[in-house]
């Protein structure tokens, strides 16, 4: 989800922060020995070979992935093309157009639904899984168990998603644990906030259906007995963005109610803040904290959700839209499941560069998506008016918190790399994705489908072309193609595909066993722009290095022109490397056809190299 809709809402909240003085904000010790790599799936479109793909279209007539479609075959392929984790995405269990009620489902209204196969951010039933993933909809946890059995088998670790700033608005905890009291059951909702209320209320307003535009109907203006524009839920809720309307916007998260996490709605706090010193501390030091504090009723919900998954077996959490919900939360989420399981990963969607260091220190977080700042530059490159000139500089401002900042090319919310609206070409993310997964110690995450070009060309019905759709039943052409109907060997691909996932899967596993992707960085981009005959902005050159493993990365992001170059690496560099004068061999490691060396003169390194457009080349100084 975006944050252009609820900005005002946040500064309301008083979420927003200035950035502090991070002088006690100490980066912490790496906890990953190699690098990390993310596979973003979005579980219910992985396996589904159905190519009709009709807008709207129902479950038996579009189809669906399941659990079971994960099998043995397609999870070593997923690990062989250099994945660590899998971000299972759409598991919880969320609202849906299909009848389960013979599962003692109730029926969701498509008034209160996005698409037909329904958001995975608007979570109905926190302890379940989506029915549709199950082949067996009364078995699907034991599926799902399965499924993370599956995938830790072959070496992976799992990852779902939690959404604590909002659910469903037709929430129903149909399966909770014993003792599990359901969200909103005892809620005083003849108050607006009550900080043990889990929702904010709108007293003397029933809720009422946004009026649509753009010609949108329910379901494509299928017949529905439930979709009449109506809704029943009195009094009215605040909605997931934030609107205090009883009848939202068609624009707002309407779909879902926001969560009260004991912030007033003049944006004052009934907690306890933390004391400024602990951003430096620990996570015992800030699950200790909060021992003895008396908190939020929403909290404690959370917290026992979280555990819940981990005792059943995932690895970390995706925690969607982290912003909207106060840091002091996050703190003591994140330390009780890191007193659980010290290795749990914690990735958080933070789009506000100003807030990083509180959500990564105070927040205990692990990783935020460098959205705002890394990806946003390297987009406007690759669409031909950005400069190289801004990564470096993106990556100094970085400095302290460069671990933390997952990278990424594509997710669920971003446009598809070969989209006509982004660039229109897999092949221009090549010198991209180097840069993206060699620049920093942090991980790197990729999109099922990005590794074969997928362009999220389908108009599925709410979702529209450009990003694949979450909200709809839909199959994933040039994904279904590498499925060759399930054999998972790419057996329907094209060359250029084949040749794309093998680029992909050259880049990963060099990235996942390579020492100095976790050691030390400096850029040489600028040195070489003063020093360097015919480079410029479309080139982008650093190095990486740790005690045994020295490396010398370049990309060429033009799509038209080549380069010959004397790369210059500079006397700085050298010291630090503790190089002598003399010639040195270079080993290419991605595809292993460039031979050249590195010749050091009175201290300083050159190297000649040619660039073809959209080249990258990774050297490895040999001693």
Same mark, same amino acid.
């Given at each position: 989800? /975006? ?24 980066? @912490? ?5 190699? %690098? ?31 659990? $079971? ?6 999870? &070593?392929?997923? %690990? ?24 003692? =489902? ?22 379940? @899984?989506?029915?549709?993933? $199950? ?26 998603? #939690? ?44 809720? /009422? ?14 017949? &529905? ?25 068609? +624009? ?55 555990? +819940? ?50 959500? =990564? ?9 460098? /959205? ?10 690759? /669409? ?32 598809? #790399? ?9 092949? #221009? ?5 180097? @840069? ?33 759709? =979450? ?93 010959? *170059? ?7 560099? =050298?010291?630090?490397?503790? *190089? ?14 460039? &031979? ?5 003169? &009175? ?14 080349? #990774? ?5």
């Amino acid at each position: 989800m /975006k944050i252009n809709r609820f900005i005002t809402f946040l500064v309301v909240l008083g979420v927003l922060s200035s950035c502090k003085d991070e002088t006690d904000q100490k980066q @912490v010790e790496l906890p990953m020995k190699k %690098k990390a790599v993310v596979y973003q799936v979005f579980t219910r479109l992985f396996g589904n070979t159905n190519t009709t793909n009709t807008p709207w279209g129902t479950i038996e007539e579009n189809g669906v992935g399941k659990f $079971a479609d994960f099998d043995e075959k397609a999870l &070593n392929e997923i %690990k062989d093309l250099g994945i660590t984790h899998i971000w299972y995405t759409g598991v919880p269990h969320h609202a849906l157009i299909h009848d389960y009620t013979a599962y003692g =489902i109730s029926n969701d209204d498509p008034d209160v639904v996005k698409g037909r196969a329904g958001s995975p951010y608007a979570v109905k039933d926190y302890y379940n @899984v989506n029915p549709d993933l $199950a082949t067996d909809p009364a078995k699907r946890l034991e599926e799902f168990k399965q499924l993370i059995e599956r995938t830790h088998k072959v070496g992976m670790k799992v990852i779902i998603d #939690i959404v604590p700033n909002h659910v469903a608005r037709n929430y129903e905890g149909k399966t909770n644990p014993e003792g599990v009291e359901d969200f909103g059951a005892t809620d005083d909702t003849s108050k607006e906030y009550d900080a043990n209320n889990n929702f904010y209320y709108i007293p003397g307003q029933a809720f /009422k259906v946004p009026e649509w535009k753009e010609g949108y109907l329910p379901l494509g203006g299928e017949k &529905n007995a439930l979709a009449d524009s109506k809704f029943e839920e009195n009094p009215a809720k605040w909605t997931g963005n934030g609107s205090r309307l009883a009848q939202p916007d068609f +624009y707002d998260w309407y779909e879902t109610v926001k969560i009260n996490y004991g912030v007033k709605p003049d944006g004052t706090e009934d907690f306890v803040e933390l004391p400024y010193d602990f951003a430096g501390k620990d996570y015992q030091a800030h699950f200790d904290f909060w021992k003895d504090k008396t908190l939020p009723d929403s909290w404690h919900k959370f917290k026992d959700i979280a555990l +819940y998954w981990l005792d059943f077996g995932v690895d970390g959490f995706r925690f969607d839209m982290a912003e909207m919900v106060p840091v002091e939360f996050w703190s003591y989420l994140n330390s009780n499941i890191k007193m659980k399981n010290p290795d749990a990963f914690l990735l958080a969607e933070v789009y506000n560069p100003s807030l990083y260091r509180d959500y =990564i220190f105070k927040g205990k977080m692990d990783y935020l998506y460098d /959205k705002v700042e890394l990806y946003d530059s390297i987009k406007h490159i690759m /669409k031909g008016y950005g400069w190289t000139d801004h990564i470096p500089v993106v990556q100094k401002g970085m400095a302290d918190i460069e671990h933390h900042m997952l990278h990424f090319l594509e997710n669920h919310d971003e446009q598809r #790399i070969a989209s006509p609206e982004f660039v229109g070409r897999a092949e #221009i993310a090549k010198p991209a994705m180097v @840069v993206s997964a060699t620049i920093s110690t942090s991980p790197t995450m990729i999109y099922f489908g990005q590794e074969v070009g997928e362009p999220g060309a389908e108009d599925a019905g709410f979702g529209k072309p450009s990003r694949t759709s =979450i909200f709809d039943y839909i199959g994933v052409p040039h994904h279904q193609r590498w499925m060759n109907n399930k054999k998972f060997d790419g057996g329907q691909l094209s060359d250029e595909e084949k040749g794309l996932r093998d680029f992909y899967k050259r880049l990963l596993n060099f990235t996942i066993q390579s020492d100095a992707l976790m050691g030390e960085y400096q850029e040489i981009h600028f040195y070489n722009k003063e020093h360097t005959e015919h480079y410029d902005h479309r080139v982008l050159s650093y190095v990486r290095w740790s005690d045994n493993e020295k490396l010398i990365i370049i990309s060429n992001f033009d799509t038209e022109k080549s380069y010959a *170059l004397d790369l210059k690496i500079p006397e700085e560099v =050298i010291s630090k490397w503790q *190089l002598k004068d003399g010639d040195y061999g270079l080993q290419e490691k991605l595809y292993g056809t460039f &031979n050249t060396k590195l010749s050091i003169v &009175n201290g300083q390194g050159t190297m000649a190299i040619e660039l073809e457009p959209l080249q990258s080349y #990774i050297f490895s100084i040999g001693e």
